[in-house]
């Protein structure tokens, strides 16, 4: 009974975590991401599915809470720095905590190599996108092929995971379009 119950709240979670990521709602990653932690261990089992709830180990749980903090950092820090963004200003990770801290986290993911493969790829969109911001754009673009974007199969996914892989498309696109040279993003809409 008390397995039935733990894995109610793990999906509970799950989908609760989705909503947010799908819906943008950064400030509440934090506290989600405490209670996932808090839940435990589902079953201890060995085997994965595609969602948090599949047996994670406490280091793949420990993982993925980095991912969704990331994803929520870096977010947040694009929200606040809405206007230098639409201005085509480029944010260096050193004038910017949320995204240093962001970046640690990504890091740490990618080398660790814990989480399923999914979530691996969704650790270098997100890192692909963090060089973007910061006007690295060859790293971003060596980040999207590291991930594969090209061979990426969306249909039946997640919201959030449809817009991540849109943003790295944009990304890419806008990329190319200046030659992987280290342009403000004026540049591209400029050529328009």
């Known amino acids: 009974m008390a397995a039935k119950g733990a894995h109610g709240s793990h999906l509970k979670m799950e ?5 947010c990521r799908a819906e943008g709602h950064w400030d509440r990653m934090p506290e989600l991401v405490r ?19 599949a ?18 950092l870096l977010e947040q820090c694009l929200k606040e720095n809405h206007t230098k963004i639409k201005d085509s200003i480029s944010l260096p990770e050193k004038n910017e905590p949320k995204m ?10 990618l080398n660790h190599g ?10 270098m969109l997100i890192q692909g996108k963090l060089h973007y911001v910061e006007g690295s754009y060859r790293d971003a673009i060596s980040m999207y092929a590291r991930a594969g974007i090209d ?12 817009r991540l892989l849109a943003e790295a498309f ?23």
């Open 15 to 19: 989908s609760e975590l989705e909503r």
């Open 151 to 162: 061979d990426m199969v969306m249909e039946n996914k997640p919201l959030y995971q449809m």
């Open 114 to 123: 814990r989480l399923s493969p999914q979530y691996l790829c969704e650790a």
């Open 100 to 109: 240093n801290e962001a970046r640690n986290y990504l890091s740490s993911i």
């Open 55 to 72: 047996a994670f180990t406490s280091l793949d749980a420990d993982d993925f809470g980095k991912l969704l903090l990331a994803e929520a």
């Open 170 to 192: 944009v990304i890419k696109a806008r990329l190319q379009l200046l030659g992987g040279t280290q342009s403000w993003w004026s540049e591209v809409l400029q050529g328009r």
């Open 35 to 53: 209670q996932l932690q808090t839940l435990g261990v589902p079953g201890g089992g060995g085997h994965r599915r595609t969602g948090p709830s």
